[in-house]
């Protein structure tokens, strides 16, 4: 139980696996704030959209390559149990554990990463992006549960224009999430097993005491 616990919080932040981070509204839509922007900054977060897009995308479909393509080569990212994956080594690492071979631990992972905002642009080459996913979690135990987490991240412009994450952040409410809650209900069957237990020990010696 304790190891299956334990997983549960690697995966959902290996999450993994490296989200991604950017910004706000669909493409598709013009804000109004937006629609007084002068052009490089409309062009830099459509930039960090398309970054989304691509990171939610590959983690989607598993396809780590596609991750690390996306990510600077010194990143890093802080999984929601407290890991750290550091360089796009780390990170493959990381997925492999949680993902990959025999010892695995997740089947599937679905995910969609929700900006709270426009990403907050410092000049021209760098943005801090934060929102919250929508995760869905198949275990290769046949357990399956859904995680409501916070994420933020540091991505950096590189010099052919397209954005690369530099580091990213993965949280969960240390109060209510579906850890905690599968936690509390097999704490609460045992408890429920202890008392029929004593009870049904006590009876049994009340009886013998009777029959003495």
């Known amino acids: 139980m304790r190891s299956t616990l334990a997983a549960l919080c690697l995966l959902i932040t290996s999450n993994l696996v490296l989200a991604q981070s950017p910004e706000g509204p669909p ?11 002068d052009p490089q900054t409309k062009e830099a977060h459509e930039g960090l959209r398309e970054l989304r897009r691509a990171m939610e995308d590959a983690l989607n479909k598993r396809d780590i390559d596609a991750l690390l393509e996306n990510v600077d080569e010194r990143v890093v990212f802080t999984t929601m ?36 905002d426009l990403s907050i642009l410092h000049g021209g080459n760098m943005a801090i992006a934060f929102g919250h996913t929508n995760d869905h979690y198949v275990l290769t135990s046949g357990k399956e549960f859904d995680i409501h987490a916070r994420w933020s991240g540091t991505i950096l412009r590189r010099e052919d224009g397209k954005w690369n994450i530099a580091s990213f952040h993965y949280s969960a409410n ?7 809650n599968e936690q509390r209900r097999i704490l ?12 049904g020990l006590g009876f049994w010696l009340g009886r013998r005491r009777r029959a003495r």
Do not use: W
């Open 27 to 37: 493409a598709t839509s013009v804000t109004a704030a937006e629609a007084a922007m």
């Open 81 to 116: 149990n407290g890991d750290v994956a550091r360089g796009k080594d780390g990170i493959r690492q990381y997925y492999a554990k949680m993902m990959e071979g025999p010892g695995r631990i997740v089947k599937t992972v679905t995910t969609s990463f929700e900006p709270d």
């Open 174 to 180: 240390i109060f209510d999430n579906p850890i905690l």
């Open 188 to 199: 609460i069957m045992v408890a429920a097993g202890l008392v029929i237990v004593a009870a």
